[in-house]
């Protein structure tokens, strides 16, 4: 119900400016855009989509940081797993 | 899929869990409560209980809109949608939920139109191609929804549609957090914020559970390891001694909402006085009907609805269940009398509810996966 | 906020969680719903499953899409209604195809009833005989039409049960106003996956009834294959340590169909899967011959068989969700729905149960196959758990796979 599904927008509807054709992994619909009116997305940025509609703008920024801390502690652990190893060889 | 398989990691699951079983105080119980029924479905969906400690435990709380719509709702949308002039449209999952003389679909087979719809615009397609049916969208769902059953009405009237109308059941998440933190039997050290509804209505509407009820809320996504960055973010709040509202989500939740939606909640809706939730009972303020400007696309103005009330069934323990006095599985009538295919309570009904995505997913012995670090001491 | 925030109980959650803070194990604070919760919630779930072996019932006053969807209540309706009413043993297995055994001492068909009986040749002959019935909408969709669908079917019911597919029937019911040119495309369509098959269609039967009472077109077919004597194939027949393979990517004729009407509005490249899978099956068995059984994935997709392994052969199951494949499309589509594509269904994809030592032999035969080039083991037959799939997450962790529940995709097949 409260499904939301990341989607790439492909092209703004010259037509009717509320519609966008979005693709979610390789599967296109026309959704209504008309909830992020404020700064309409434009071809190539993420939107989150419910229920036909986009609800969100995804920020590529915030992504990328939310990545970088799990990556980040997958280092961590991975090193921290090394150094145990090599601290029971001895 | 981006911004899907990323946040789906083993390897990286694997790491958050350490550092979450490193923070868990020996002895201690730890509850936490996700708000929304689409984080329940995440978490058994993908197994993500198998990375948590035992003396994590998760709650899963009443943010499933279909679950929470009682029954006596439902018997009056039937008895809307039974009347010859009129073409009931909802979304799939209102469909199997059972009124007191079955689910929608036991109507559909004795005759009475119905339809499932994807996007509540779907349901203005029906009605132009229907002009001489009243085409009435049982609309349901948290803020998450309500800006779309919004947005459709502001366009049912802008092209001027006569025969479209809306059988209003939208909910409003905080007042039913309220009402779970105010009940006695509670024991929360925390909450997973529901992501998707605070895309509209931001995480400031969660400050007073931190402020007033002393409990830390992470407003959280929906991939698993989303979820599981939020436990951690409580779990370092609890041992810093912090009590904040913190936004897990916020490649999409902006920390003020999304205005727009808002303003088009506003436009076309107002808070009822009080509404009642399945399992919960009366809550103030925590349903939307149709602002009287739209009058005349308000189902329950255009036709006359019974107003039915049915009780909720005596044996079912969903009032504890969604306030986490009691798991799933502890129920009286869980699994034998009450299964996804004939539910009696409303944790039953949906794949979102928490007593089914137990029994669809969970049903079994966990063996969780060893955490390396988290057990040294 | 109102007042009612500081209410006493407000009170009482912070101190509650004060206490907590201190270290002060929750538990002793009173009455702890989680005491014991192992072996308590082992009760409950061994009360459950007696529960779930219970004699099924037909609760439901009316039929409803859900009975035709294949998953919990098609299953329920089929043991209650029919197998209750026509039980004999050659039903009982509710395998795709039943298989007769003609004119042989013992046999199931009295000999006296069988022309040629004792004839010398046709001592011990068995046959596989299988029928379905297609309702398919729309009748035309990418990759195929309801006439492909008849044949490839049932071609299908019989190859996965072990036998050569050789004759078919065909019945039609058509609705007053349906167009001839249709009629003969479906047809047309027939002939042509008839002859890819290697089967004949030699009887048929055509009813029509007025406008409204049906949609175009329903085709009926039954089939009769040869089984090789010594062949029996069964899911009964698993345990523990075999081996289960998919052959090809899952859903992809669920979600054609589903896009193909319309509704949801969705474009994707995408195209049913429809075959018949005779050779891809008679090539699994010459290099396999210890093959424990095949399915044909179709309705309630590849999650119904995966439980009607683990419920028949009453042994468990446990899958690696990363192991399926499935099409980024098909994946991409399941996503925005809110579907899971192990419940979608397919209409050239079989499943395989083989002895694990014979996993990589029969992954190589399949992959050799055209029909089969994307095979791929998918899960193992276990001892632990009997009667439940489970499902290895890509995320790590573990889940159950259930029968399906429910109706997500009416009239698929």
């Not at chain 2, 073409?87 to 139109?113: C, E, H, Q, W």
């Not at chain 3, 992959?367 to 632990?384: C, F, I, K, N, Y």
Request: contains cysteine.
């Amino acid at each position: 119900m409260c499904l939301g599904i990341p989607g790439e927008v492909i092209e703004i509807r010259a037509d009717q400016p509320d519609l966008a054709k979005v693709d979610v992994s390789g599967v296109k619909r026309l959704i209504n855009i008309g909830l992020l009116s404020d700064d309409p997305p434009q071809p190539g940025e993420w939107v989150l989509i419910h229920v036909g509609f986009a609800l969100s703008r995804i920020d590529e920024a915030e992504a990328a940081a939310a990545m970088e801390f799990l990556e980040g502690i997958g280092q961590a652990y991975e090193d921290e797993i090394a150094a145990l190893k090599e601290s029971m060889i001895d | 899929m981006r911004f899907v398989d990323e946040f789906r990691d083993a390897e990286q699951a694997r790491a958050l869990a350490a550092k979450i079983a490193a923070l868990c105080e020996p002895g201690r119980q730890y509850k936490f409560m996700e708000v929304c029924g689409g984080h329940t479905h995440t978490i058994y969906k993908h197994g993500l209980e198998d990375y948590l400690p035992e003396s994590i435990n998760l709650v899963h709380g009443p943010g499933c809109p279909v679950c929470v719509i009682p029954m006596g709702r439902i018997d009056d949308a039937m008895h809307l949608a039974a009347r010859e002039d009129v073409i009931m449209t909802s979304f799939g999952d209102m469909l199997r939920v059972p009124g007191s003389n079955g689910s929608f679909f036991d109507a559909k087979a004795r005759g009475t139109d119905i339809r499932m719809v994807y996007s509540p615009l779907d349901s203005l397609k029906i009605a132009r191609q229907n002009p001489d049916k009243q085409v009435v969208f049982m609309a349901i769902g948290f803020e998450t929804t309500a800006p779309s059953t919004a947005m459709t009405m502001l366009r049912a009237r802008a092209e001027g549609l006569k025969n479209f109308s809306v059988f209003c059941n939208h909910v409003t998440i905080v007042p039913a957090i309220k009402a779970i933190l105010d009940s006695p039997d509670l024991r929360l050290d925390g909450f997973l914020g529901p992501g998707h509804v605070s895309t509209v209505i931001g995480c400031r509407p969660y400050e007073f559970i931190a402020r007033e009820y002393g409990k830390p809320v992470v407003t959280a996504g929906f991939e698993p390891l989303d979820i599981l960055r939020s436990i951690y973010m409580l779990m370092v709040q609890l041992a810093e001694g912090r009590c904040e509202v913190e936004n897990q989500y916020s490649r999409v939740v902006p920390w003020d909402g999304n205005l727009v939606a808002l303003k088009a909640i506003g436009e076309t809706m107002e808070l009822r006085p009080y509404f009642e939730w399945r399992g919960l009972g009366f809550i103030s303020h925590s349903a939307m009907k149709v602002r009287e400007k739209y009058a005349e696309m308000d189902a329950e103005l255009l036709f006359k609805v019974p107003g039915v009330r049915v009780a909720d069934p005596k044996a079912c323990q969903c009032g504890e269940v969604l306030k986490g006095v009691l798991k799933p599985w502890e129920c009286k009538v869980f699994g034998t009398a009450c299964t996804p295919e004939t539910p009696i309570g409303t944790c039953m009904v949906s794949p979102e509810g928490a007593c089914a995505a137990y029994y669809n997913y969970g049903r079994m012995e966990r063996h969780r996966v060893p955490v390396t670090i988290g057990e040294r001491p | 906020m109102t007042a009612a925030h500081a209410g006493p109980e407000a009170h009482a959650g912070s101190e509650a969680h004060a206490g907590q803070r201190s270290g002060q194990p929750e538990a002793r604070q009173g009455r702890d719903a989680y005491a014991g919760r192992d072996e308590r919630e082992r009760q409950v779930l061994e009360r459950i499953d007696r529960a779930r072996r219970r004699r099924p019932r037909v609760r439901e006053e009316r039929i409803t899409m859900a009975h035709g969807a294949g998953g919990k209540a098609s299953r329920t309706l089929v043991e209650a209604v029919f197998l209750d009413a026509f039980r004999n043993p050659l039903l009982e297995p509710l395998e795709d195809a039943a298989s007769l055994r003609i004119g042989e001492p013992g046999a199931e068909v009295p000999e006296a009833r069988v022309p040629g009986a004792g004839v010398p040749g046709a001592e011990g002959t068995r046959l596989a005989l299988t029928t379905d019935t297609y309702v398919v909408s729309p009748l035309f969709f990418p990759g195929g039409s309801i006439g492909e669908l008849a044949v490839n079917g049932t071609v299908n019911d019989l190859a996965v049960s072990g036998a050569t597919p050789l004759y078919l029937t065909a019945g039609f019911i058509l609705e007053e106003g349906f167009e001839v040119a249709d009629l003969a495309r479906v047809v047309a369509s027939m002939r042509e996956a008839a002859d890819a098959a290697g089967v004949s269609v030699v009887t048929g039967d055509t009813k029509v009834v007025q406008r409204g009472k049906a949609d175009g077109c329903y085709i009926n077919t039954a089939g009769v294959g040869a089984l090789a004597p010594g062949t029996s194939l069964g899911v009964a027949r698993a345990r523990p340590g075999d081996a289960i393979i998919v052959s090809g990517p899952i859903g992809d004729h669920g979600i054609t169909i589903m896009l193909a009407r319309g509704e949801l509005d969705i474009e994707a490249d995408i195209q049913s899967d429809t075959a018949a899978l005779n050779g891809l099956a008679a090539t699994l068995l010459r290099e396999v011959p210890g093959t424990r059984a095949m399915r044909d994935a179709t309705r309630g997709g590849v999650a119904t068989i995966l439980n009607e392994i683990a419920s028949d052969a009453d042994v468990g199951v446990l899958a690696t969700e990363d192991a399926f494949p499935v099409r980024t499309e098909v994946r991409g589509a399941c996503e925005l729905l809110g579907i899971d594509p192990l419940y979608v269904a397919c209409e050239g994809r079989l499943v395989a149960v083989v002895p694990g030592a014979d996993a990589d032999r029969a992954v190589t035969a399949l992959r050799g196959h055209p029909l089969g080039t994307e095979a791929a083991v998918v899960g193992h037959v276990t001892d632990s758990e009997p009667g439940l799939v489970r499902l290895t997450t890509s995320f790590g962790g573990t889940r159950i796979v259930d029968l399906l529940v429910g109706d997500p995709l009416p009239r698929i097949c």
